[in-house]
């Protein structure tokens, strides 16, 4: 199986800065995407950002030009740097891990909090 394990998240006032990791390991396999999701009370499940093994980023709108997504495949790790952090952005933040065939993992969560 695939574990995926979070680290990072916590609390932070408006403007500060949180850098979030997600190691996986197990057997993984062929690794297409790895990236972040996030979950505010009330709110359904979103994309914040993803990135495919050639280096391609996608971004939610709301953290484009804040949060910088990046992977070290050798350690197949994720980071999701986050800055000028608003407390629009206080959500449980999941790292999702999907294979070359099809399956797909997520992480157990991390809580971020925002404090204005």
């Known amino acids: 199986q695939v574990q995926l394990v979070e680290s990072g998240g916590g609390l932070v006032q408006a403007g500060g800065s949180l850098r979030l990791s997600c190691a996986a390991s197990g057997r993984i396999g062929s690794i297409n995407t790895m990236g972040w999701y996030r979950q505010a009370p009330g709110k359904q499940r979103e994309l914040v950002a993803v990135?495919?093994?050639?280096?391609?980023?996608t971004y939610a709108d709301s953290v484009k030009g804040r949060f910088a997504i990046s992977r070290d495949n050798a350690k197949n790790t994720v980071y999701l740097q986050m800055n000028s952090l608003e407390p629009e952005d206080t959500a449980v933040y999941y790292c999702?891990?999907?294979?070359?065939?099809?399956?797909?993992?997520w992480g157990q969560g991390t809580q971020v909090t925002v404090a204005s």
């Open positions: 999702n891990l999907q294979t070359l065939r099809f399956e797909n993992y």
């Open positions: 990135i495919v093994s050639g280096g391609r980023t």
